[in-house]
């Protein structure tokens, strides 16, 4: 008999959407019928962010299952000394001090 692993085994169990959000599997739960409504309001979300920023990020996520943690940290810390040097780092520094949303030029 298996010993038990207090759910952190790879059987196959279904989990419904309830307990994958209390997980922390997902982030948030939508209905069927606001789902696209979600779904734009978080692509809106994110296309107002840095462009800079997004495409380094992407970078990130697929080179995390690559590289070993240090030299995935030292990326990390290579590309973050690259955003802090962009003037749209210091339009969301204002943007931040003056309480506004950012206006971000991709540069």
């Known amino acids: 008999m298996a010993p038990k692993s207090g759910g952190n085994d790879f059987h196959g169990r279904l989990v419904r959407a309830e307990e994958a959000l209390r997980l922390g599997i997902v982030l948030e739960i939508a209905v069927a019928s606001e789902l696209r409504a979600q779904a734009l309001q978080l692509a809106g ?32 810390a290579a590309l973050q000394g690259m955003c802090h040097n962009t003037l749209d780092h210091l339009e969301a520094v204002g943007a931040f001090l003056d309480k506004r949303p950012g206006q971000f030029q991709g540069r």
């Open 45 to 76: 979300s994110i296309t107002e962010k840095p462009p800079q920023a997004l495409r380094l990020a992407k970078r990130l996520l697929k080179a995390a299952g690559r590289l070993d943690l240090p030299d995935f940290l030292d990326l990390c």
